[in-house]
């Protein structure tokens, strides 16, 4: 079975949901306001490009739900990004706060885009139409966007100012922000390191000694890099890595600092000497502990799930492995850490710095640290006692712990 001819990212995210619905006896009536966004937007955004001519770029902002705080969720420039992709990562993102215990709802936004190919002025002129042209559905107690794929703290910044140009100064309108304007100490940091703390707790409850653990990243952007990063320096061994061009290996280990130096020249990994190259393909098939898919949505799936050959899958990217691969991966009796358990890390420092930026009160990096810490090993305590108890996936239990959470928040509320 190949990728396309499986659930759309958003079939499957409800898929999920419908099934912690039924679980949890939700009624057809909060089902119905739960299920489909709030509001999805889409906007036109005209930019002059460098060489004269005029571009028009499509942008989304989709928000799912705020039953229990406000919208929350980043903003991706991809050549692939569409409403039916940003919708679906809305949706994880009410989930994930959920799940998480922390006070936001669901949104995203994207831009189709390769900001890749595009220069510096050309970006800037992007994100500041886009940042206007949804300027009226943001706000610190709104709808607050943050970096995701293809995006980053320079990107926030311009956020920031085009929003503040409208309704003054606003730091709170963004998270993930260059500490100089307000960003947290950590938050880079954040996603890639919760993913480390998740499979360390993990690693325990396995029996699987840290320093014998062997670990596969495919995609080394913020998440993959960090995440390796802090594994490695909890003495696991990076085998392989790799980005949209290709990959390393080296079954002795990667020497992460001279493979930082490498990506810092050519842009990317591939060609590292430290290692002979493979392919993204291959490394997803490599025996290992942990195989970590950090790039896109749907890396695993019915075509190559039966090639996997990791003790554990640990998904710091947004649902990069697809019903139909989870299934296979369940039958081969190889667990399946879920996204919004493993890679929430980065929007529990947004909140963070969110709660930082409206207090006007900043915190340092020990006190990011350990709550981080506390947040996310309790919220992986609560889907593994659950998973445990009920003898259920982890994916399942951590659906049931956040559609119970918010279901009971809209209740609670009522509605006509
Ligand atoms: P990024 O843009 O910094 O890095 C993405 C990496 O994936 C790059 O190395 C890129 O080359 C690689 N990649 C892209 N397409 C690929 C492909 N087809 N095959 C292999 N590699 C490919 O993005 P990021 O912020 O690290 O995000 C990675 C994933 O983590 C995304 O799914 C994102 O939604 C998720 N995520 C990010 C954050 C965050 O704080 N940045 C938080 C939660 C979840």
Redesign the pocket.
Known sequence: MTRSAEMTPFQAVTYHFEQACDRLGVRDEVRALIITPDREVRVEIPVRMDDGSLKVFIGYRIQHNASRGPYKG?I?YHPEADDEEVRA?ASLMTWKTALVGIPFGGAKGGVCCDPRTMSSRELQDLTRRFTHSIGNIIGVNQDIPA????TNAQTMAWMMSAYSEDHGYSPGVVTGKPLELGGSPGREQ??GRGVSLVIKEAARDFGFPMEKTVTAI???????SWAAWYLDQGGCKIIAV???NGGVHNGGGLDLEQLQTHLGSAGTVQGFEGGEAIT?EELLALECDFLVP????G?IHGGNAADVKSRMVVE???H?VTPEGETILNDRGIPCLPDLLV?AG??TVSYFEWAQNIQRFPWDLGRVNEALEQILIRAYREVSIKAQQEQIHYRDAAFDIAVGRVAQALELQGFP
Do not use: Y
Request: glycine share 22%; net charge negative; no cysteine.
């Open positions: 980043g991706r990562l970096p995701d794929v293809g954040a996603t495919q995609g080394f952007g913020n998440v993959g790799s980005d949209v993204n950090a790039a896109l949505g890396a710091a990217a947004n990069p890679n980065g929007v």
